[in-house]
């Protein structure tokens, strides 16, 4: 049977039959195309930044006796992990082992000195995490009694200007001839931690006094290898505890750098 124009019945079929099928077929090409082309961006993703980190303290985040100082260790540990970090600040030292000498260490400054200058280097470098260790040059210098509450300041200085960075606070490590304030000084500590968290900011404590002695000191106030390596295991395993420090959130997510 023929239309009206004369075509078969069966040749329009046929027609009709294989332009269906063209069309499945460009479809499917199409997605593969599609498919492949996601893949393609898929791969070519950049990889999530380096949670930056800050070393902040004195001269003994510095590494006096031992340059680099626990920042050895915990880096080398952290990069072991598969942990991406970048050491930030000002400062910089260390030997060829440790693949980021970038810190904010400050030999001999005190609690107030490191206040003055926090605005600047927060500003600068935009830390997602910083670890502090400072206190040291108070107990012999500058009115050990009032440093809880210079400490206090400091920490509401940094948390004021970055809300969401996690700050570690370490109880500062032992001075045996000023053990007496060092003592006074650590046992404010928890609670000016507390008293943050609870406020909501993300501040922790990290009990670092009673991971060291007397034997874990170089000349009585700074640590040997040995000791710098205790501190390391200390700030490594704080940084474990606080997943968001590490750039992961506890669901295991990411979490933005700084």
Known sequence: MRDSSGVSRRTMLAALAAGAMGGTGVLAGT????ARAHTRAASAAPAA???RVMPLGDSITDGLNVPGGYRIDLWQKLVADGHEIDFVGSMANGP???GDRDHEGHSGWTIAQIDASTDGWLQAYDPGTILLHIGTNDMYRQDPGGAPGRLSAL???ITGRLPEVELFVAT???LPFADANVRAYNAAIPGIVRSKAEAGRHVHLVEMYSALTAADLADGVHPNATGYGKMAAVWYDALLSVPGSLG???????????
């Open 172 to 174: 500062i490590i032992p």
């Open 31 to 34: 997605g593969t195309a599609h």
């Open 49 to 51: 930044a380096p949670v």
């Open 96 to 98: 060829g082992s440790l």
């Open 248 to 258: 992961l959130t506890p669901e295991g997510g990411g979490r933005p750098a700084g």
């Open 155 to 157: 920490i509401d200085r």
